[in-house]
């Protein structure tokens, strides 16, 4: 998963340098496989602004332009592009860059005619593949300001290697939450304050869930006079950071939150929705839906969807539909932040070849809790940055809440387990940190209860585990095992096995190790009469009894050998035979009686 460390920054102090970051977060456990700098090749290119421009006196196809480039003097840069006007901003290499393409600017004379520096398109920063001209930029960044910085690239990105049961790290505060107790700095989680108004939500919009157990929460807010227009810059760098294409504000905005929160969301056109109205049940086998892509599904009874009055309009937890998608003519929007079973997302996911990052969530186990902080977080957003307006009431269906799980700690255990003495209050102030409230506290234990987010968290020793890491392992002093070191002569047989060993490789065969359990039909073709001892619950038939001999095991060797066309083949075992002892048996189950053995076989 990328991280974007500017954005990191908004919910939590951070370490000094990012190395330091990276290597606190891999010891406790999230590892940072990566980092990228995206503007660490743009040093040297700084926002210009063209404030003359005149024809080349020895070039039909260049001109000698005159550059405010934030310093004393304006700057002479003759070029060749012709989609400028004076006035424009645009990116300017200074004499002493290195581009991205490995163009190194120098002070040069042009036909005659000197030049300090060039002005640069998209393609020779990298930035895209084909240009037909210099880059235009925003007319109100100021001549001087570093080019990675204007463009939002002056940001590391942190590439986490997310493990599928710490889904809770899945987001942007699921990350700072570690960061914040590794090193001890507060976490600052956003609080949106809504101004409600207009016609209450259950009179605009109905939501009905018939299938509480693959959708045990439903929620949904009504939002209107949205005005649909491209993202605030700010948003669609993160977004671009991350890896999300950016689209319209209403989309960028769920998909902002998704990143923020770890909650996927959707947003519908509620004038398409007919009737104005959520159904979120079963799919009908045959049923069709056209997904965000263009294409058409057919879906399965198995599948969940949610629908309008009419026909499906979502693809649960996995992808929207078409129908209700929002456009630029979008002014209306249900807001949905909902939470699926896993197991039927993936079911669902995998039978359609989708992988998103809504199911990519949902798959591992998305957070109950955060469906309504993200729902209002997405609200709070659409009031800002879409102009909408928030009717009052949020719809929540939520019908069989569920306590969360609780875990006992037992103090002395953290000693007896990790191997050194952790104090008790860092403990307390490691699982505290990590969202984990005390109940209920009596001699020398405390009773947690388990954040919904943390489906890992399931026992004692799930807690243990947390304390270690986040104390790091790297503080675990390595000791010794104690013990009495045993000065007892080697057995006799021993002695006669290890000789035996070096007599038979010497020989030139090799030794094997095969399994004790075998199939009744490969004692019995050796015509063996010995009754072996039978399993209980044996892995399959063909591993059903014990062996009475080592001759089968050889021969399955040999058997799969001779199919890979090997020529030669000199094996040898040594191991036991187990065979049913009339004396010492409880009940009707004999006692088995184990006799050392030695075979070998040669062919070719």
């Given at each position: 998963?990328?991280?974007s460390?500017?954005?990191?920054?908004?919910?939590?102090?951070?370490?000094?340098?990012?190395?330091?970051?990276?290597?606190?977060?891999?010891?406790?456990?999230?590892?940072i496989?990566g980092?990228?700098?995206p503007?660490?090749?743009?040093?040297?290119v700084?926002?210009?602004?063209?404030?003359?421009?005149?024809q080349?006196?020895?070039?039909?196809?260049?001109?000698?332009?005159?550059?405010?480039?934030?310093?004393?003097?304006?700057?002479?840069?003759?070029?060749?592009?012709?989609?400028?006007?004076?006035?424009?901003?645009?990116?300017?290499?200074?004499?002493?860059?290195?581009?991205?393409?490995?163009?190194?600017?120098?002070?040069?004379?042009?036909?005659?005619?000197?030049?300090?520096?060039?002005?640069?398109s998209?393609?020779?920063?990298?930035?895209?593949e084909?240009?037909?001209?210099?880059?235009?930029?925003?007319?109100?960044?100021?001549?001087?300001?570093?080019?990675?910085?204007?463009?939002?690239?002056?940001?590391?990105?942190?590439?986490?290697?997310?493990?599928?049961?710490?889904?809770?790290?899945?987001?942007?505060?699921?990350?700072?939450?570690?960061?914040?107790?590794?090193?001890?700095?507060?976490?600052?989680?956003p609080?949106?304050?809504?101004?409600?108004?207009?016609?209450?939500?259950?009179?605009?919009?109905?939501?009905?869930?018939?299938?509480?157990?693959?959708?045990?929460r439903?929620?949904?807010?009504?939002?209107?006079?949205?005005?649909?227009?491209?993202?605030?810059?700010?948003?669609?760098?993160?977004?671009?950071?991350c890896?999300?294409?950016?689209?319209?504000?209403?989309v960028?905005?769920?998909?902002?939150?998704?990143?923020?929160?770890?909650?996927?969301?959707?947003?519908?056109?509620?004038?398409?929705?007919?009737?104005?109205?959520?159904?979120?049940?079963?799919?009908?086998?045959?049923?069709?839906l056209?997904?965000?892509?263009?294409?058409?599904?057919?879906?399965?009874?198995?599948?969940?969807v949610?629908?309008?009055?009419?026909?499906?309009?979502?693809?649960?937890?996995?992808?929207?539909?078409?129908?209700?998608?929002?456009?630029?003519?979008?002014?209306?929007?249900?807001?949905?932040?909902?939470?699926?079973?896993?197991?039927?997302?993936?079911?669902?996911?995998?039978?359609?070849?989708?992988?998103?990052?809504?199911?990519?969530?949902?798959?591992?186990?998305?957070?109950?809790?955060?469906?309504?902080?993200?729902?209002?977080?997405?609200?709070?957003?659409?009031?800002?940055?879409?102009?909408?307006?928030?009717?009052?009431?949020?719809?929540?269906?939520?019908?069989?809440?569920?306590?969360?799980?609780q875990?006992?700690?037992?103090?002395a255990?953290?000693?007896?387990v990790?191997?050194?003495?952790?104090?008790?209050?860092?403990?307390?102030?490691?699982?505290?940190?990590?969202?984990?409230?005390?109940?209920?506290?009596?001699?020398?234990q405390a009773?947690y209860?388990?954040?919904?987010?943390?489906?890992?968290?399931?026992?004692?020793?799930?807690?243990?585990?947390?304390v270690?890491?986040?104390?790091?392992?790297?503080?675990?002093?390595?000791?010794?095992?104690?013990?009495?070191?045993?000065?007892?002569?080697?057995?006799?047989?021993?002695?006669?096995?290890?000789?035996?060993?070096?007599?038979?490789?010497?020989?030139?065969?090799?030794?094997?190790?095969?399994?004790?359990?075998?199939?009744?039909?490969?004692?019995?073709?050796?015509?063996?009469?010995?009754?072996?001892v039978?399993?209980l619950?044996?892995?399959?038939?063909?591993?059903?009894?014990?062996?009475?001999?080592?001759?089968?095991?050889?021969?399955?060797?040999?058997?799969?050998?001779?199919?890979?066309?090997?020529?030669?083949?000199c094996?040898?075992?040594?191991?036991?035979?187990?065979?049913?002892?009339?004396?010492?048996?409880?009940?009707?189950?004999?006692?088995?009686?184990?006799?050392?053995?030695?075979?070998?076989?040669?062919?070719?």
């Open positions: 998963m990328k991280i460390v500017k954005w990191l920054g908004d919910y939590v102090a951070l370490p000094p340098s990012v190395d330091e970051l990276a290597r606190r977060l891999t010891a406790a456990g999230l590892e496989e980092l990228e700098r503007g660490e090749g743009l040093r040297g700084v926002v210009a602004q063209i404030k003359e421009s005149v080349h006196p020895n070039a039909d196809k260049l001109s000698v332009t005159k550059i405010d480039a934030g310093g004393d003097a304006l700057v002479q840069v003759v070029c060749g592009a012709k989609n400028y006007k004076v006035g424009d901003k645009v990116p300017l290499a200074t004499v002493g860059t290195k581009l991205p393409n490995g163009m190194e600017i120098k002070q040069a004379a042009l036909r005659g005619v000197d030049s300090s520096g060039m002005l640069c998209s393609k020779e920063l990298g930035l895209s084909e240009s037909s001209g210099l880059l235009i930029l925003s007319p109100d960044l100021k001549p001087g300001t570093p080019i990675a910085e204007a463009l939002g690239l002056d940001d590391v990105v942190l590439e986490v290697n997310i493990t599928p049961n710490r889904p809770d790290a899945l987001s942007h505060l699921g990350v700072a939450r570690e960061v914040s107790v590794v090193t001890g700095a507060a976490l600052k989680v609080q949106p304050k809504l101004t409600e108004s207009g016609t209450p939500a259950s009179q605009s919009a109905k939501v009905r869930v018939e299938d509480s157990v693959r959708c045990p439903y929620a949904a807010r009504v939002v209107e006079n949205v005005t649909i227009k491209p993202s605030p810059q700010w948003m669609q760098d993160r977004l671009k950071a890896g999300v294409r950016a689209i319209n504000n209403v960028d905005i769920t998909n902002y939150v998704n990143l923020e929160f770890g909650q996927p969301l959707h947003a519908f056109d509620l004038d398409k929705l007919g009737g104005q109205e959520i159904v979120v049940r079963a799919a009908k086998k045959g049923e069709k056209t997904t965000l892509d263009g294409k058409e599904r057919t879906l399965d009874q198995e599948e969940l949610i629908c309008d009055r009419d026909r499906p309009q979502a693809l649960a937890g996995v992808m929207g539909g078409g129908d209700s998608e929002v456009t630029e003519k979008t002014t209306r929007l249900l807001l949905e932040s909902a939470n699926f079973l896993g197991s039927g997302v993936r079911r669902a996911a995998k039978r359609h070849a989708l992988h998103t990052e809504a199911s990519h969530r949902f798959e591992r186990g998305a957070d109950l809790d955060a469906v309504v902080p993200a729902i209002e977080r997405a609200a709070q957003l659409l009031i800002e940055l879409a102009g909408g307006t928030v009717a009052p009431g949020l719809i929540d269906i939520y019908p069989a809440e569920k306590p969360p799980r875990v006992t700690l037992r103090f255990r953290v000693e007896k990790l191997g050194v003495a952790v104090p008790e209050a860092e403990v307390r102030r490691i699982l505290e940190a990590l969202g984990f409230q005390k109940l209920a506290e009596s001699a020398g009773t209860s388990v954040p919904r987010a943390r489906v890992d968290v399931e026992r004692e020793e799930d807690l243990l585990e947390e270690a890491r986040v104390f790091g392992y790297d503080n675990i002093p390595a000791k010794l095992p104690r013990g009495l070191a045993s000065l007892a002569p080697e057995p006799a047989h021993s002695e006669a096995e290890r000789r035996l060993r070096q007599a038979m490789s010497g020989a030139g065969l090799d030794e094997v190790v095969n399994y004790s359990f075998v199939a009744p039909k490969n004692l019995e073709v050796l015509g063996l009469k010995e009754q072996p039978a399993l619950n044996p892995l399959s038939v063909e591993q059903s009894v014990m062996r009475t001999s080592l001759i089968p095991g050889l021969l399955e060797n040999l058997s799969r050998s001779v199919r890979h066309q090997v020529e030669s083949v094996l040898y075992e040594t191991g036991r035979a187990y065979f049913r002892d009339a004396e010492g048996g409880q009940g009707t189950r004999p006692a088995a009686r184990e006799v050392n053995r030695v075979a070998g076989l040669v062919w070719g």
